[in-house]
């Protein structure tokens, strides 16, 4: 959840959150490798999005990702 910075606060989101858990980020049964391996896992991801001001970002884009992320996770946990 670090680098890929864009323009302003939602082109950072959006860089992000594809780097991690856009479609080509899925494993052969269909579900996102990110969320099943890595170093820092879900803690970090809920630490980045504390820091958001959600004022600057198009809320009904970031619904959309937020909950592609929270049904993944209803799936492994």
């Given at each position: 959840m670090t680098g890929n910075e864009g323009e302003?606060?939602?082109q950072t989101f959006n860089k992000r959150f594809d780097a991690l858990?856009?479609?080509?980020?899925?494993?052969?049964?269909?579900?996102?490798?990110?969320?099943?391996?890595?170093?820092?896992?879900?803690?970090?991801?809920?630490?980045?999005?504390?820091?958001?001001?959600?004022?600057?970002?198009?809320?009904?884009?970031?619904?959309?990702k937020l909950d592609q992320l929270e049904a993944e996770l209803e799936i492994i946990l």
């Open positions: 302003d606060t939602w858990f856009a479609e080509d980020c899925c494993d052969g049964q269909g579900r996102l490798h990110h969320i099943h391996r890595g170093e820092f896992g879900i803690n970090m991801v809920v630490q980045y999005l504390s820091t958001l001001d959600i004022n600057l970002l198009p809320l009904n884009l970031v619904a959309k």
